[in-house]
């Protein structure tokens, strides 16, 4: 039966491929166009007349082959009226705003299909999901700082040692470690030491003052205390000299006596080593007290006294006093 309808050349990108000759056979037999193979068809995209039949799907189309075989054997006098490959044009473009989310597939939209996002498009707060959890995000493990007073001298290099948790170090890179001033100045330690996740040590030569301290892993996870834990302060120093303070007759009163050290907060002042003699005793302000007893003869005590001020730095000094004895009864000399 001859086709009837319009002219198939109207109907948009339609190709006139070459006839076929057909021997004896099902196939497959060449898509052509000017001796040229044809690889772009499928069998939905061709339509062929026999013997001025036009054929009702009853082939298959290899796209990659360019090549048509029948369900059928096609006798070798039967006539190829025409081969038409319909191309895109034959496509219709769908109307605004008429594709709806139904006539999407899952999963059908790429990456590459997705365009820039306009900034204007990223405002407020993020819709929120139902029955729903976010999932694949990556995780992070922050460190946290539970050191609470760092102690050093200014302008010398010293090593404190930084408590926290989830302090990281690979076999190639350490943490990063430093000092921030409270106007955002930040000093790095010179010399770190990963000890345990809960434990590093960090070697700083800071100026005189007050410091936070910002610890940052290797992942680039960061934490910074809240408040300025470490301070380079100056440890105490003697105004008073060491050696003989007070010499003092044997059962005789200690009478004005104090020894004196200074820093940059209040100091205060203990005996911690050596004797002093029986009856005296020295309190936290550093000033002696007491009347000697239990002495027979001239007598040298020596003893420490150590000074140690508000952020718990010290200072020893080492100081003599003497209790004498004279000559006594008849003018004899002992």
Request: hydrophobic fraction near 40%.
């Amino acid at each position: 039966m001859a086709y009837i309808g319009k002219d198939l050349n109207n109907l948009g990108d339609v190709q006139t491929l070459d006839n076929i000759t057909f021997n004896a056979g099902a196939g497959p037999y060449n898509l052509q166009n000017g001796g040229v193979q044809v690889t772009n068809a499928d069998t939905a995209s061709i339509m062929i007349s026999i013997d001025g039949v036009v054929q009702g799907g009853n082939y298959t189309v290899n796209g990659s082959a360019g090549t048509i075989t029948f369900d059928f054997s096609v006798s070798s006098g039967s006539v190829c009226n025409f081969v038409k490959l319909f191309g895109t044009g034959v496509q219709l473009t769908p109307k605004d705003n008429s594709v709806t989310t139904i006539k999407v597939a899952s999963a059908a939209i790429t990456d590459a299909k997705i365009d820039t996002v306009a900034a204007s498009k990223l405002t407020g707060a993020l819709p929120a999901i139902s029955g729903a959890s976010l999932t694949n995000l990556p995780s992070e493990t922050k460190p946290t700082i539970t050191s609470t007073s760092l102690v050093i001298l200014p302008t010398t290099a010293t090593s404190v040692t930084i408590a926290g948790t989830n302090f990281a170090s690979s076999s190639t890179v350490l943490p990063i470690v430093e000092a921030v001033t409270s106007g955002g100045v930040l000093t790095r330690a010179s010399v770190v030491s990963w000890s345990s996740a809960t434990s590093i040590s960090a070697t700083f030569n800071l100026a005189q003052g007050d410091y936070r301290i910002r610890v940052e892993n290797p992942d680039g996870n960061a934490v910074i205390s809240a408040n300025a834990i470490l301070q380079a302060t100056p440890a105490p120093t003697w105004t008073t000299s060491a050696g003989n303070i007070s010499t003092i007759a044997g059962g005789a009163s200690i009478g004005t006596l104090s020894v004196v050290a200074s820093s940059d907060s209040a100091v205060t002042y203990a005996k911690t080593s050596g004797t002093l003699p029986n009856g005296i005793s020295i309190n936290s302000s550093g000033v002696f007290s007491g009347t000697e007893s239990g002495s027979t003869a001239t007598t040298v005590y020596s003893f420490d006294v150590t000074t140690t001020d508000a952020e718990a730095q010290t200072a020893v000094r080492t100081f003599t006093i003497t209790i004498s004895h004279g000559a006594t009864g008849g003018g004899q000399f002992n």
